[in-house]
T-cell receptor, first 112, second 109 residues
Framework: IAGITQAPTSQILAAGRRMTLRCTQDMRHNAMYWYRQDLGLGLRLIHYSNTAGTTGKGEVPDGYSVSRANTDDFPLTLASAVPSQTSVYFC???????????FGSGTRLTVV | GQNIDQPTEMTATEGAIVQINCTYQTSGFNGLFWYQQHAGEAPTFLSYNVLDGLEEKGRFSSFLSRSKGYSYLLLKELQMKDSASYLCAVRDSNYQLIWGAGTKLIIKP
């Protein structure tokens, strides 16, 4: 692993089903983030974690939950998927301070 | 509210120069980032400005004016591989990134 790994790459999910998107980084970055990207809109922050053991809500947290049990992993769970959660989901991480974010390759999720 | 504005789409010619503008209104300012995103791929970091002025990095330069809430990304000697979306993002007083919707840059031969 080099950087951030997201899984799955893509998924078609029935509405009402539960789904966990996985994100793992090997850079020992303190902060991690989950974004969704929709056509015509900027990246929107769902949840974030400044350090292991802590999480916070972003701009669009409803319907999503996260956990940060250790530095490397930051899974995103959709408890009961709805069609409006169809999007491309990016996980990102950063070092504390004035550094840019490193992004995973994304998960394309379609809820039908 | 917080707002980042950048043009939706721009077209330029291979070998030319293009300037992509970004204006912002945010609660606080702790730096401005530019990212490049090719279609179907993840954004990748291009530049970071926190003080006024020009930062140059090869063919790419980024400028910031904090008093005007304005930045631009300048791309020189355009290549076909520069066809991508360019995202402007501002870190606000809570150290969260606020993202613009991105500018799709189309390079023509």
């Amino acid at each position: 692993i080099a950087g951030i790994t997201q899984a799955p790459t893509s998924q078609i999910l029935a509405a009402g089903r539960r789904m966990t998107l996985r994100c793992t980084q090997d850079m020992r970055h303190n902060a991690m983030y989950w974004y969704r990207q929709d056509l015509g809109l900027g990246l929107r922050l769902i949840h974030y974690s400044n350090t292991a053991g802590t999480t916070g809500k972003g701009e669009v947290p409803d319907g999503y939950s996260v956990s940060r049990a250790n530095t490397d992993d930051f899974p995103l769970t959709l408890a009961s998927a709805v069609p409006s959660q169809t999007s491309v989901y990016f996980c990102a991480s950063s070092e504390t301070g004035n550094y840019g974010y490193t992004f995973g390759s994304g998960t394309r999720l379609t809820v039908v | 509210g917080q707002n980042i504005d950048q043009p939706t789409e721009m077209t330029a010619t291979e070998g030319a120069i293009v300037q992509i503008n970004c204006t912002y209104q945010t609660s606080g300012f702790n730096g401005l980032f530019w990212y490049q995103q090719h279609a179907g791929e993840a954004p990748t970091f291009l530049s970071y400005n926190v003080l006024d002025g020009l930062e140059e990095k090869g063919r790419f330069s980024s400028f910031l004016s904090r008093s005007k809430g304005y930045s631009y990304l300048l791309l020189k000697e355009l290549q076909m591989k520069d066809s991508a979306s360019y995202l402007c993002a501002v870190r606000d007083s809570n150290y969260q990134l606020i993202w613009g919707a991105g500018t799709k840059l189309i390079i023509k031969p």
